[in-house]
């Protein structure tokens, strides 16, 4: 789950990590309001779920409160496209009001949960800022890591020499040492899963400052998170992932146009995979479960089918726990009532498939039948390369 700049700030307030006093608007008039209160210069920063805001005219410095509520007025209702958000760009319902900063220099400093190295890891670089994806590219010598055995934390070594990394020394690498451990117990008590600090200001007095901030949290922890819970904006959210959640159901929409309907997160993955093989893109991630009913099954067929980049439905369906003849009747119903137009393969394998393959062959619909995987990610490519020749 991932929370907006402001909230992110606010959090990390919390547990002792410097950033600039700043005030949330809703409304031209609030920014008007806040820059006052914060005093002059300040800055406006609109505030959506991407990186990228800069660049895309998301964010000014100000010298009065004419200018604040004019910058407001001009991005609050409208969407802010930038290189993460897609041609569609997203709604700005607000802006971030926060003190101006008298900057030295900017660097960048993360701590993300790496799996490979079964813990989490540091990540620093001296050039922050707005070009840190172009640094990491071309120069990727020049990012620092440091992985941090869980169970004994950050050590005064490790600290060292991402400071050194980051020509950090005296009472430099002191204020970065007591950053750092306030990062990292935000991190770990967080449950967060990235927690990225771009940039990470050193100002004209040599002070350290936090001036954009971004969390990401493990949504399988939130229910021991209730205070993060509640910073999660649904309105950030793609439409068809927030009702996925409500159901119950795994689901992650993607840029193909092949829709995934499995069972099991790693058979799901090996779905994707294998379309992919085949030259087709998957146009989501969804997993029902091992035991989801025929409601539920139907519920996910809907949620596919919402999507209007789907031109092809894959159903791949191992029964287990799972019957195989319940995942039939629930795709039948759904496609009886939705009205199915794009091409439908559907692959049963396990606990009562005999009878799921008979209901299935026994509907009106044009259903293709798959006996493998890899049938099955043949076909649907096949069939939606037809369809999208003879449109």
Known sequence: MNIHEYQAKQWLARFGVPVPQGRVAATAEEARAAAREIGFPCVVKAQIHAGGRGKAGGVKVVHNDDEAA???????????????TGPEGRIVRRVWVEEASRIARELYCSIVLDAAAGGPAIIACREGGMEIEEVARE????????????????????IRRVAAGLGLSGKELSAFGVLVRSLYDAFLKSDCMQLEINPLAQLDDGRLLVLDAKMNFDGNALFRQTDVAELRDITEEDPKEVRASDLGISYVALDGNIGCMVNGAGLAMGTMD??????????NFLDVGGGASKEMVGQAFRLLLSDDKVRGVLVNIF?????????AAGVIDA???????????????????????ELLSKSDLSIIPADTIADAAQKIVEAVRAQEGDA
């Open 70 to 84: 004019a910058f407001a007025e001009d991005i609050l209702g409208k969407p802010l496209v930038t290189h993460q």
């Open 139 to 158: 120069t990727p010598d020049a990012i620092i890591i440091e992985v941090v055995d869980p169970l004994v934390g950050v050590q005064p070594f490790q």
């Open 274 to 283: 294998i379309i992919q093989q085949y030259g087709g893109m998957p146009a």
């Open 319 to 327: 029964g287990g726990i799972m019957r195989c003849d319940v995942i």
């Open 335 to 357: 496609a009886r009532e939705i009205g199915v137009s794009v091409p439908l393969v559907v692959r049963l394998q396990g606990t009562n498939v005999e009878q799921g393959r």
